[in-house]
């Protein structure tokens, strides 16, 4: 049975803060190694995630982390003083968008290996794949209030989709993370394990599923997506959501609220 441990088979990415890897039959593996900045989600990470994914032949795709994390999410802590809003809104709204996009289109069932805290945009990036596996003992949560960040709408439907509007409401509103337990009960993750448990696990979930009829992995999967999906928004409703969130990037709050994060203190909010 494959194990959950790295291979020698590694192939580094993003100056090696993406491993990939194929470590069973028909198996692929994309392994978030930035433990330094706990997961975070930078340029090179997306870009290599939007360029990587579909060259992929693999028939089940597994992504995971390295360590205590599997993403806290964007890279925030780096944004410069000078055109913050600017940076702010290319690295939310354009790169991490493409990496989304790149998994939500790969046409074989994807697992993410949630080995640790799994929060904002690392999240959204599980919640892309269609199965999770969860460590015990791990946090997930949404802190985008935290931040005075408005959250896109794109995202949100995500979230509405897996655990309904109430949760979701739950979950962005307080900004408080859950465990693992409750994550599993409100149907955010598939399972929970132990935390040297969940490589393996994963992995033997991800040969048992590649081991299937790709016409009909590709087949269901495409039908599920599709009537996931709910009808087109009005385009006039969507471009007032779009520049909701772009104004948010404008925002003193916004700034506010990454400095304060970046400081380890309470945010003094002001509303505008």
């Known amino acids: 049975m494959p194990d959950g441990k790295g291979s020698a088979g590694e192939r580094p990415l993003a100056d090696g803060k993406l491993l ?22 930078d340029h ?3 870009d290599a995630i939007s360029h990587e994914v579909p060259l992929i032949q693999a028939r089940c795709l597994i992504i995971t982390g390295t360590g205590p994390v599997f ?34 289109n790969f046409p074989y069932p994807t697992i993410a290996a949630l080995n640790g805290h799994t929060i904002g945009g690392g999240l959204e990036l599980a919640l892309s794949c269609d199965l999770r596996v969860c460590a015990d003992g791990a946090k997930l949560g949404m802190p985008p209030a935290k931040l005075g960040l408005v959250y896109s709408h794109a995202g ?9 509007p109430a949760r979701t409401s739950e979950l962005f509103y307080s900004a408080i993370n859950i465990d693992a337990a409750k994550a599993l009960s409100w149907g955010l993750v598939n399972d929970v394990r132990e935390p040297d448990a969940v490589g393996e696990a994963t992995l033997t979930l991800a040969a048992t599923i590649a081991a299937n009829a790709p016409l009909s992995l590709a087949g269901n999967k495409r039908v599920i997506r599709t009537l996931m999906a709910h009808a087109p928004i009005n385009p006039e409703i969507e471009a007032e959501l779009v520049e909701l969130r772009r104004e948010c ?4 709050d916004f ?3 990454v400095r304060a994060f970046a400081e380890k203190r309470s945010p003094q909010w002001r509303g505008r």
């Open 255 to 257: 700034r506010e609220g």
């Open 71 to 104: 993403s806290a999410g964007y890279d925030i802590g780096g944004l410069p003083e000078d055109g913050f809003s600017e940076a702010a809104e290319k690295l939310v709204a354009h790169p991490f968008t493409e990496a989304i996009t790149a998994i939500e």
């Open 249 to 252: 990037f404008l925002s003193e």
């Open 44 to 46: 090179q990470i997306l």
């Open 20 to 41: 990939y890897d194929e470590p069973a039959e028909q198996v692929a593996r994309l392994r978030i190694a930035n433990p330094e900045k706990r997961g975070a989600l």
């Open 156 to 164: 949100l439907d995500k979230f509405i989709q897996t655990i309904g």
